[in-house]
């Protein structure tokens, strides 16, 4: 790969990733009883929870409808991230950008 298609590879993967910090995804868990909107550069926006999960006697449920939640809208922004990468580097499985 020559310097001037190194940098117009390089140039791309910048403006992509700066396209991915404006997208974002949802996780939600307990039929959206919680909703999680992450971006497509996996940071948490907000996080919303309706009040009726929310039971003072059961903690635990609240924790775990959260992880759900988080870890769906972590996965999705995964994956976002992967088809917009991919169409940059041509499907290639490079290390760190995925």
């Known amino acids: 790969m020559s310097m001037g298609m190194f940098r117009k590879f390089q140039q791309k993967m910048e403006q992509v990733q700066e396209e991915l910090k ?38 635990d ?7 759900l939640a988080i870890n769906d809208a972590l996965e999705q922004s995964q994956e976002l991230a992967k088809n917009k990468l991919g169409s940059v580097t041509g499907g290639l499985n490079i290390p760190g950008l995925s």
């Open 61 to 67: 449920l609240l924790a775990d409808m959260l992880t």
């Open 22 to 59: 404006e997208m974002s995804v949802e996780g939600t868990s307990g039929g959206g009883a919680i909703t999680v909107v992450a971006t497509g550069d996996q940071r948490i926006e907000t996080i919303t929870i309706a009040p009726s999960v929310i039971d003072p006697d059961d903690a």
